[in-house]
């Protein structure tokens, strides 16, 4: 089965930080040299080409000296700032032999769910695709917590691939892709060449977070591809260590694990709304609602809520749950947590008698709403 297309233009290229740093000598800059040739090549054949690199903290923890990865988030911030000196003077300098310029993007999460600085980083990025500079993106772990983090640079990668609607997003990692049990375990595993983005099966086959599969990440990454087919953009896990392979999958050539976007692509406003990370409550829903919603395609009326968990305000993003836990849509909420708790089970009409006001009568509107393919961890 071939199922690459044929040309694609526009590339997120994720690299992740076990490719770029050893503990005993820092940046691998033979490494970042190969790839940076092949970024050129590409650029040179029309591909708008993001990469995202991981490496700020290894390389900071090199560069101090230190003898393990603290767990101290001051010192962490400490590290990742050091680092992405290091990072991205290496791409520079490469990518300046070939006559290219870089350009320094570092995000945090919050960036991403604000809308107007969202849309003020998708318009820069389109600038630079624009003018034939490489964006270089990486978290901006020095002002990250927990609270505001994407967390990962494979999530990181699919929230760019979304915000410029990329063609194609290459994970590149330290294992040739996906295989069909661990490779480490069985002589006999298989490399998965095609399958679809968003296959549950999927996760089974990465396992749990204890497979050593896992430990290298392939879940996230599998996670990571299914929120990229949200955007009709196509995911390729494979080895960063291949020789050419970003050239090589640029001429077709079936590299690694070549995941297809299946879904249909969003509207603008809610591939925006799918990628807020962090929902500030939720709301559970009975069976009846819960099916309704299923197709993201009719609002959510008070009547069919039976219970409010958290606190939120209006305008906020919330959960939207099966009483078991499921949850099956993602959307702006018309009540905070306190008024949505005393509309539970109640009629549209009779909102205004339960108030004494009434702003919608839905709970959350189907515009603001998005149902929710992709399963959150
Ligand atoms: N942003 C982190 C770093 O540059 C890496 C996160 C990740 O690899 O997922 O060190």
């Known amino acids: 089965m071939q199922t690459r297309p044929e040309k694609n233009k526009r590339w997120v290229v994720k690299i992740g930080s076990a490719l770029i740093t050893a503990d005993d000598t820092g940046l691998h800059l033979d490494n970042i040299h190969h790839w940076s040739t092949q970024f050129a090549t590409l650029m040179d054949d029309g591909v708008e080409l993001v990469l995202v690199s991981s490496g700020s903290i290894a390389e900071g923890i090199h560069r101090l000296q230190w003898k393990e990865r603290p767990t101290a988030l001051n010192e962490l911030q400490a590290a990742a700032a050091v680092g992405q000196m290091g990072l991205v003077k290496a791409y520079e300098s490469e990518l300046r032999s070939h006559g290219r310029h870089t350009a320094q993007i570092l995000l945090t999460h919050d960036d991403l769910s604000n809308r107007k600085r969202y849309l003020n980083a998708k318009s820069t990025l389109g600038t630079l695709l624009h003018l034939g500079v490489l964006p270089v993106i990486n ?90 087919a949200r955007s009709g953009t196509n995911t390729v896990i494979a080895s960063g260590r291949e020789p050419d392979v970003l050239l090589r999958l640029h001429r077709g050539e079936s590299v690694g694990t070549f995941l297809k976007a299946t879904h249909k692509k969003l509207v603008a406003h809610k591939l925006w709304l799918a990628n807020q990370l ?100």
């Open 278 to 377: 962090k929902a500030r409550g939720t709301i559970i829903v009975d069976s009846g609602a819960y099916k309704r919603l299923s197709d993201g395609e009719c609002s959510l009326l008070p009547v069919g809520v039976t219970a409010v968990e958290g606190e939120f305000r209006r305008g906020e993003l919330v959960s939207i749950r099966s009483a078991e836990g499921c949850e099956i849509a993602r959307g702006l909420v018309n009540y905070n947590a306190t008024e949505a708790a005393l509309l539970i089970g109640c009629q549209s009409e009779n909102i205004s008698e339960r108030l004494g006001y009434a702003h919608e009568p839905e709970l959350v509107n189907r515009d603001n709403m998005v149902a929710v393919n992709v399963r959150h961890e």
């Open 139 to 228: 978290e901006n772990d020095t002002v990250t917590t927990d609270e505001i983090n994407v967390g990962d640079n494979d999530n990181l990668a699919a929230l760019v691939a979304n915000l410029i609607s990329a063609d194609q997003l290459i994970i590149l990692t330290d294992q040739k892709g996906l295989f069909n049990k661990d490779p480490n375990k069985h002589a006999d595993a298989e490399l998965i060449r095609n399958a679809t983005a968003g296959d549950p099966a999927l996760l089974d086959i990465a396992g749990p977070s204890t497979n050593k599969l896992a430990i290298g990440g392939m879940q996230t990454k599998i996670l990571a591809a299914e929120r990229a």
